[in-house]
């Protein structure tokens, strides 16, 4: 999708600190950090949102590559969460389907 943020990331256009990459998946830091480690996930090739996602593989690629990343930036054995915003309610702000994993500190729960 040619305005979308986050195919763009993936396309190189808009710069990001990528810390790991695949051919059809990327993961990066979060411009606004909510954790000391927050990483986001996402397919390159265009989908919406959780909501629209068809394929399984998909979603779980996206999770395994946080766990992934996860364990490559030593925060594995403390723990974290992985979060997919999805619509308005959900609180979604890109539509581009993307995981959060967020670390280096106690999450709450209830998450607001
Ligand atoms: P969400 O609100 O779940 O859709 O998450 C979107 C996330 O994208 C937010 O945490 C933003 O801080 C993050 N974000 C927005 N623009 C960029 C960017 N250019 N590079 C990295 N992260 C971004």
Not at 8 to 26: C, G, H, N, S, W
Not at 40 to 55: E, F, N, W, Y
Request: proline share 7%; hydrophobic share 45%; with cysteine.
């Amino acid at each position: 999708m040619t305005d979308c943020l986050f195919c763009r990331i993936a396309r190189k256009e808009i710069p990001a600190r990528i810390v790991a990459e695949t051919d059809e998946y990327l993961a990066f830091h979060d411009v606004s950090p909510q954790a000391p480690t927050h990483v986001l996930v996402i397919p390159k090739a265009h989908v919406a949102s959780l909501d629209g996602v068809t394929d399984p593989l998909v979603a779980g690629r996206v999770a395994l590559l946080a766990a992934e990343v996860a364990r490559s930036l030593g925060v594995a054995a403390s723990g974290y969460r992985v979060v997919m915003n999805t619509g308005a309610d959900g609180g979604q702000s890109v539509p581009h389907l993307h995981a959060h994993l967020l670390a280096g500190r106690a999450m709450q729960w209830p998450p607001g």
